[in-house]
Structures are given as C-alpha cells and as structure tokens.
C-alpha cells in the first residue's frame, strides 16, 4: 500500500511541475516579517534555466491584490520596478500590514523567457506570506 501511495504522489509531483514549466525557469518566492505597521520587503525572482534567458524587451510585470489590513507601495510592478538582467527578474515588494498575524498577498507574474530560436512568454499566479508581530 505505502508503495502504491509513494508511486500517485510521484505521478503527482511530476504533473504539477510540468504544469509550472519549470524546466526553463525557477520561480521563488521570499516572504516577509516584521512588526505591525512598519514595512517590511518579500522577494519575487525569475531566473531562467539551460539555454533560456530573460526576455529585454517583454513588458514583464506584476499585479498584486491585498489582503485586508495590508498595503503596498505599488500594486502594479512593471519591468522599470524590478531588476532585470538576461540572468534574471527580481521584483521587490514592499508591504504594511496593519495588524498582527500572517497574511498572503496575491498576484499575477507575466515574464517571458527565450532560448536563440524561441521564446516562451508565461503567466504564473503568485503567494507572498507576511508574517507581521
């Protein structure tokens, strides 16, 4: 039975991946703490895999909804907000929350990623966790 259950979670992983098309980008998330009421900065970065580089030209961009009791400086990042380099996309978000406790922001990350011959602009729905004291 335990070998059953190990095999569909394999099945699993391996679908959720592809559906992510990570094997031509990573996509990581850095929340943030700090106290209430203060600001405090999480991290989203796109770096690109093997053959594939940042796109220069593609509008890349990050639309942000708030939860309740948080703000941000900026709810629409574009390409002039972040750091892009061919290596990689770095967008800092800069978040408030009112109130103590855990929060999560969400958003929605265009990019595109390029190898010589083709380029892959990609969509991918966003978490950040603030986590406030």
């Known amino acids: 039975m ?3 259950l190990t095999l569909v979670a394999l099945a699993v992983a391996t679908l959720t991946s592809a559906a ?11 929340g943030a703490s700090g ?18 580089h940042v ?11 708030t939860p309740d009791g948080v703000t941000v400086e900026k709810a ?3 390409a002039s907000d972040a750091k892009v ?10 978040a408030t929350s009112a109130s103590a406790g855990k929060k999560t ?11 010589d011959n083709e380029c892959k602009p990609t969509t991918e729905k966003v978490s950040i966790e603030i986590d406030a004291k």
């Open 105 to 115: 922001i969400t958003g929605e990350l265009k990019f595109a990623v390029c190898t």
């Open 76 to 78: 629409k990042l574009a």
């Open 85 to 94: 380099s061919k290596e990689a996309i770095e967008f800092q978000v800069a």
């Open 2 to 4: 335990k070998k059953a």
């Open 20 to 30: 992510f098309a990570a094997d031509n980008y990573d996509l990581k998330v850095k």
């Open 55 to 65: 796109n220069m030209e593609y509008p890349h961009k990050l639309v942000l909804t």
């Open 35 to 52: 106290k209430a009421g203060e600001k405090t900065t999480a991290t989203v970065k796109i770096t690109p895999k093997g053959a594939f």
